[in-house]
């Protein structure tokens, strides 16, 4: 069965490092897309970065400068390395892979930035 699960949320002090690793299953992932998501409560759900299957990374406004994504298709593993965390950035992060129509999520892992 197809399965994305996310690691390494917690709880991090202003302008620490947190990485979120996520580890896919049950389908070839690299020829996927993958993506990391994040959600505060009471807001929408909005991409934070993407890595297409060729390694090209995109980044959105949310925490450019300040986040990595890496993946590791041996591994079948994509990873989120945040940097220099703000309280802001407390939300529940959730992993995607998507090969167009096809769209994957993990379960999230919650990650609190201390105020």
């Known amino acids: 069965q197809v399965q994305l699960v996310e690691s390494g949320g917690g709880l991090v002090q202003p302008g620490g490092s947190l990485r979120l690793s996520c580890v896919a299953s049950?389908?070839?992932?690299?020829?996927?897309?993958m993506s990391w998501y994040r959600q505060a409560p009471g807001k929408e759900r909005e991409l934070v970065a993407k890595?297409?299957?060729?390694?090209?990374?995109i980044y959105t406004d949310s925490m450019k400068g300040r986040n990595t994504i890496s993946r590791d298709d041996a591994k079948n593993t994509v990873y989120l390395q945040m940097n220099s965390m703000k309280a802001e950035d407390t939300a529940v992060y959730y992993c995607?892979?998507?090969?167009?129509?096809?769209?994957?999520w993990g379960q999230g892992t919650q990650v609190t930035g201390a105020e």
């Open positions: 995607s892979a998507q090969n167009w129509p096809i769209k994957y």
């Open positions: 049950g389908f070839i992932c690299s020829r996927y897309a």
């Open positions: 890595i297409l299957s060729g390694g090209t990374t």
